[in-house]
């Protein structure tokens, strides 16, 4: 093996049949205002997505269009996986469903730390700011105290969205410009 070959870095994870798919899609960007966005688990490979209303990390919902596979359109607007990102005065992130209109934000004491949408409003505890891996992604992080938690997946089989605890390292997670 040659001196470059052992200098290549390793790409982050993909499957390979969706790579295809994405051609028109950018990953791995930064989130930004007015963009629309699939959350991907840069580990799992599961998207966040609110599923008869509850918020949780899923499979990616395959779109095939005409129901055989032809004119495929994996990221259409309106599904429970995409979000829009918007910035309210104080430059906070917050992360509104294309389908159902409601923030992404933490539930506090009273939900267990844990991630819901179920708020009209980008307040206090819907407010993000994304901090960059060094092996690429990003990192969502929620505003507790006087400081800062991330975000991570946790909970029942490690599909709920929890604040992380004092410490605790956040899911690094892909940001998919949805076209």
Request: aromatic content about 10%; some cysteine; overall charge neutral.
């Amino acid at each position: 093996m040659s001196l470059l070959a052992t200098r290549t870095r390793r790409a982050p994870f993909f499957e390979p049949d969706l790579l295809s798919k994405f051609s028109t899609a950018r990953v791995g960007v930064p989130p930004h205002a007015n963009e629309t966005f699939l959350i991907r688990d840069r580990k799992t490979g599961l998207v966040i997505a609110l599923k008869d209303g509850k918020l949780g990390l899923y499979p990616e919902e395959k779109d095939h269009g005409d129901g055989f596979g032809l004119g495929s359109k994996p990221h259409q607007h309106g599904r429970g996986s995409h979000w829009q990102c918007v910035v309210n005065e104080e430059l906070w992130l917050g992360f509104k469903s294309s389908m159902s209109g409601q923030f992404i934000g933490h539930g506090g004491v009273e939900n267990d730390w844990r991630f819901i949408a179920k708020k009209d409003h980008h307040e206090w505890w819907e407010c993000f700011c994304a901090k960059e891996s060094l092996d690429g992604g990003n990192v969502l992080l929620v505003k507790y105290d006087h400081g800062f938690r991330a975000m991570k997946a946790g909970g029942r089989e490690g599909r709920e969205l929890v604040v992380a605890g004092k410490k605790e390292d956040g899911t690094v997670w892909d940001f998919i410009k949805v076209e």
